[in-house]
């Protein structure tokens, strides 16, 4: 059994002790948290019928979600680069 923690998505890897992989997975929480904050506003916004302002943050979140998008692809390049997982694997 491999400690996981209900990881989904097997390509990401996160190691301990790599200050890139620090860097890159701290930009990641904070553009997931700034997506989530940004649904949060848009929930608001279609309560109060807000059409113009669902509009705007909807393409506010389209640009999140595309960061975040790059960013997965940056951890997954830099795990594959620099940890190989037949490295990463504790024996
Ligand atoms: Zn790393």
């Known amino acids: 059994m491999l400690p996981t923690g209900g990881m989904t998505g097997k390509s990401l890897v996160k190691v301990d ?15 997931t948290k700034e997506c989530l904050k940004i649904l949060g506003n848009q929930e608001i ?19 999140c979600d595309r960061r975040r998008d790059a960013l997965r692809l940056a951890i997954t390049a830099h795990s594959q680069e620099a940890h190989p997982p037949h490295l990463t694997q504790k024996p």
Do not use: I, M
């Not at 916004?45 to 393409?59: I, R, S, V, Y």
């Open 17 to 31: 002790g790599c200050a890139v992989c620090d860097d890159l997975w701290e930009e990641y929480a904070r553009v």
């Open 45 to 63: 916004a279609a309560l109060q019928h807000d059409h113009p302002g669902f509009e705007k943050l909807d393409a506010q979140y389209q640009d």
